[in-house]
């Protein structure tokens, strides 16, 4: 048995989730059932990352203290998760008092190594971003700096700062970012940023005169610490590295980051240095994705073109459908331009017709012709080879990542099986029992590799065919008994 532990970005409450952060979540979740089916010591961190200027401003727009601002949020984010089934282990808020303390302990760690010094700062800040610009990096216009992903104008900070020294990691990024960021096009991307802009120490904390919400330097209150600096650390509160060591040590072994390729940098450059600078190895895996796109534009609050989790949920009638069109279209490489009539289109195709058809139409066969009793026989040849060699494409995308794929891959063997029905035509014979069998088998295989997608679903269709759900990499079997209860009608289909 092996350990698995995933991570989500930790979100900014200031607005509830929209499908692109589901996006992430449900993908991490995906890998998380995955691992926890196959035996392995599971992991699931999520949650919110709750301190900096952005929710100071957020909350004193509101009449708000942020405190009250986050409580109301993060609980705003876990029904949100409830709704779509997601099954973390853990939900950390960057204010829960056990991640304050590994933050105070990292900053004094890293000072006595050496790694923290103070000095002046000045540049031009955007605060959705909560980071800074240089020159090049941000967009003119009118004469002022805006920001190149808000389109808003920049701010002038000017300030005595804590400096983190980034600028003595260069060799350990270019020996350890190339091995473990998947997939690799995301490693060249970041180190042919690295050849042309090099590395500059970063600043890590701000005065508390500007920005008082968030974690003091232990050392120097008058400063509270960099939100992002703040935020990398959850991922070593959340394995219990001042509370377990022996636990941190086998979670952190095998740890994954799915993270947003517009978090790259940070997740990188920045966090590796970090960890190094704490004598921890880096991540095991940084899995970076596209974004969701709407209209052109990355889906967001900004560009305002956000589509709500609770719409998806409601038209896919319920967690599975919205979680299975989100996974469908998942690409780590490239941007997603959704609409509701791309997810319309992979729903009716792929759960109404395709899986719920097959599950609707064996089981009343199975009713109609059998009274519901179909005994182990043998598989036909053709299910076989489509199921297993499915089963073997699932596994192996599913080994790297590629859930998308993994998915897509028992659909076509479930298609088969519908073409199969079309044409050895059960209906027409007195005791098709060779064919039920063999259909039920395709059924039960396709509903213990898809339960990590569309759980619920897999868990109706055992029920109604009389099966257990199993580990998703089970064969098929040929000395079973269904006992088929119902004929049930897992999708309806929509209509746009
Ligand atoms: N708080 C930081 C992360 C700190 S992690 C130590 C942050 N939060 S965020 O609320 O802005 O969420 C960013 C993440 O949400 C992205 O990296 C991505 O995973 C997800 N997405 C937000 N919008 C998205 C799309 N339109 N498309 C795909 N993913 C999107 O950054």
Redesign the pocket.
């Known amino acids: 048995m092996g350990v698995f532990y995933v991570t989500?970005?930790?979100?900014?409450p200031n607005a509830p989730p929209?499908i692109?952060?589901a996006?992430?979540t449900v993908y991490a979740d995906v890998l998380a059932r995955y691992h926890r089916l196959l035996g392995d010591e599971t992991f699931y961190l999520t949650g919110t990352?709750e301190h900096g200027l952005k929710l100071q401003r957020v909350a004193e727009r509101a009449g708000k203290n942020p405190k009250e601002l986050v409580d109301e949020m993060a609980l705003v984010y876990k029904r949100y998760w409830a709704q779509l089934d997601i099954s973390y282990d853990r939900f950390i808020r960057t204010t829960d008092p056990d991640h304050e303390e590994l933050v105070r302990w990292a900053l004094r760690e890293m000072r006595s190594r050496g790694y923290i010094y103070k000095g002046r700062y000045s540049g031009w800040y955007c605060v959705d971003c909560e980071k800074f610009y240089s020159e090049g990096e941000y967009v003119v216009v009118e004469g002022k700096p805006h920001c190149p992903i808000h389109r808003k104008p920049l701010e002038w900070v000017e300030e005595e700062t804590y400096y983190f020294k980034l600028s003595v990691f260069e060799q350990h990024l270019r020996k350890t970012i190339p091995e473990r960021v998947y997939p690799d096009y995301y490693a060249r991307e970041v180190l042919g940023k690295l050849d042309k802009e090099g590395l500059r120490d970063i600043s890590i904390s701000r005065p508390r005169s500007r920005v008082w919400w968030g974690i003091p330097i232990p050392w120097d209150p008058e400063h509270t610490t960099y939100v992002?600096f703040d935020?990398?650390l959850?991922?070593l509160t959340g394995a219990g590295l001042l509370s377990d060591r022996g636990r941190f040590e086998r979670l952190w072994s095998n740890v994954h980051h799915?993270?947003?390729?517009?978090?790259l940098w940070?997740?990188t450059v920045i966090w590796f240095s970090m960890l190094e600078a704490l004598d921890i190895s880096p991540p095991r895996r940084v899995i970076v994705?596209?974004?969701?796109?709407n209209r052109g534009l990355?889906?967001?609050k900004s560009a305002g073109n956000v589509i709500a989790i609770e719409d998806l949920v409601e038209r896919y009638q319920g967690s599975d459908g919205a979680r299975y069109v989100l996974m469908r279209v998942f690409n780590p490489g490239k941007d997603v331009d959704i609409s509701f009539e791309l997810f319309d289109s992979i729903y009716n195709s792929d759960l109404a017709d395709n899986l719920g058809n097959l599950v609707r139409r064996v089981s009343t066969l199975a009713l109609r012709k059998l009274g519901g009793l179909v005994e182990a026989s043998g598989v036909d040849g053709r299910i076989e080879r489509a199921v297993e060699r499915a089963l073997e494409e699932y596994a192996s995308h599913m080994e790297s990542f590629d859930v998308s794929n993994a998915i897509q891959s028992v659909m076509a063997a479930l298609r088969e099986a519908n073409a199969y029905i079309n044409e050895t035509r059960p209906w027409e014979k007195a005791r098709p029992s060779e064919e039920l069998y063999s259909l039920l088998e395709a059924i039960r295989a396709a509903a213990n590799a898809l339960q990590v997608v569309i759980p619920r679903a897999a868990a109706r269709t055992a029920a109604a065919l009389g099966f257990e759900l199993d580990r998703p990499d089970r064969g098929l079997d040929s000395q079973r008994v269904y006992k088929v209860r119902e004929s049930p009608i897992l999708f309806k289909k929509v209509r746009g």
């Open positions: 989500t970005p930790i979100y900014y929209h692109g952060h996006y992430t990352d992002w935020a990398l959850n991922y799915v993270i947003g390729k517009d978090i940070f997740h994705h596209g974004f969701l796109i990355k889906m967001g």
